[in-house]
Nanobody, 122 residues
C-alpha cells in the first residue's frame, strides 16, 4: 500500500508565499514522478507542476515563475511546492500525485494524496 500525505496548506495573503510538502510511504520499488495538481471550486482538477525521478520539471503556464517544485535530496520520496507571489486564483485544494512502481515486474500505478486547502485572501 502506497500512501501520499500532503501538508502545508492554509490561509495566506495575496502576494505571500507558502510551501507544500508531500511524503510518500509504504512498500514500493520506486517512484517515477511526483506532481502537484489543484482543484478550485466548480472547476476541474488541473496540473500545477511535476518532477521526474531525474529532476526534470514541468509547470502550468499560470504558475511559471512563481511556483517551484523540488524533491528532497535525501528523501527522494518527498516533494515540495514552493509557491510565491500568490494570487486569489491560486485558491484551491492541492493534491499530490505519484506514479509508483509497486513491484519490480509491475507497471506504474497512480496514487493521490487526500489534498490540502490553500486559500489566498487579501
Amino acid at each position: 500500500q502506497v500512501r501520499l500525505v500532503e501538508s502545508g496548506g492554509g490561509l495566506v495573503q495575496t502576494g505571500g508565499s507558502r510551501r507544500l510538502s508531500c511524503a510518500a510511504s509504504g512498500s514500493f520499488v520506486s517512484i517515477n514522478y511526483m506532481g502537484w495538481y489543484r482543484q478550485a471550486p466548480g472547476k476541474q482538477r488541473e496540473l500545477v507542476a511535476t518532477i521526474t525521478s531525474g529532476g526534470s520539471t514541468n509547470y502550468a503556464d499560470s504558475v511559471k515563475g512563481r511556483f517551484t517544485i523540488s524533491r528532497d535530496d535525501n528523501a527522494k520520496n518527498t516533494v515540495y511546492l514552493q509557491m510565491n507571489s500568490l494570487k486569489s486564483e491560486d485558491t484551491a485544494v492541492y493534491y499530490c500525485s505519484a506514479k509508483v512502481k509497486v513491484y519490480a515486474w509491475s507497471s506504474l500505478y497512480d496514487y493521490w494524496g487526500q489534498g490540502t486547502q490553500v486559500t489566498v485572501s487579501s
